[in-house]
Structure formats: structure tokens, C-alpha cells
């Protein structure tokens, strides 16, 4: 889990949840709020996280500056693990590494596990 607080994830992550914030106002405003918020985010999160992987892969068949583990991991956590999954076999980027697969699927477990303890145990209308 070391390579979520690293510097350089941690300050290439806010950058693109701040584009992540901005296109988040974009579709709401293009959808005249029927995304809702939480439509919108997850929308925006997904689509620069697709974005990042391809610019990940090209990166890596190119050798140049490449995104760190981390800030992948960081926007899926915000709601993007559905474009982390379709952008890892799009690409075939990501999928055997170790250190990166491993943490893929402890946040991924921790974030349905806190998902269903909202629904189920603080939300009793569901």
C-alpha cells in the first residue's frame, strides 16, 4: 500500500481529481442536472481514468514520463474502478503486476464492503 503516499501519486492525483471536479460541473450542466452529483463525478472519474491509462501505455511503449501507480489506484478509489477495469484489458496495461494488482483488489474489497455497510447497516430503507 506504500505506493498510494508517495509524492508524486499524491500530487498528480489531486490534479486530476480537480479535472475530475471540473468536468464533474461540466456534465451537470450539460445534463441540466439530471446525472445528479454523484452521476456526474462518477462519469468524470471514469472517463480521465481511462484517459490516464491510455496515456500510461503510450508512455510505456514510448519510455516517456509515466503516471505513478498510485494516482491510478487513488482514482479508482473515488469512483472509478469501472474504468480502471475496462482500461486495464482495452490496453493490456497493468494487469500482472503485482504491486499494483494487489492493492487494486484490497481497495476494491474495502470499497464494496463500505458501500454495503451503508446500504445495509446505516440505511435501513434499502
Known amino acids: 500500500m ?3 503516499f508517495k509524492p508524486a501519486a499524491l ?3 489531486l490534479i486530476y481529481l480537480a479535472i475530475c471536479f471540473f468536468a464533474t460541473m461540466s456534465f451537470q450542466g450539460y445534463a441540466h442536472g439530471k446525472l445528479g452529483p454523484i452521476g456526474a463525478w462518477i462519469l468524470s472519474v471514469n472517463i480521465v ?3 490516464v491509462m491510455a496515456k500510461d501505455k503510450l508512455s510505456a511503449i ?3 514520463g509515466r503516471t505513478p501507480e498510485g494516482t491510478l489506484l487513488w482514482l479508482a478509489a473515488a469512483g472509478g474502478y469501472p474504468g480502471l477495469f475496462i482500461a486495464r484489458f482495452i490496453f493490456n496495461h497493468k494487469t500482472t503486476k503485482p504491486e499494483f494488482v494487489k ?3 484490497m481497495l476494491l474489497i474495502l470499497q464494496v464492503g463500505a458501500i454495503l455497510y451503508y446500504f445495509v447497516v ?3 430503507s434499502f
Open 2 to 4: 506504500g505506493i498510494l
Open 11 to 13: 500530487k498528480s492525483t
Open 49 to 51: 481514468l481511462v484517459t
Open 62 to 64: 514510448v519510455n516517456f
Open 103 to 105: 492493492p487494486m483488489w
Open 122 to 124: 446505516l440505511d435501513q
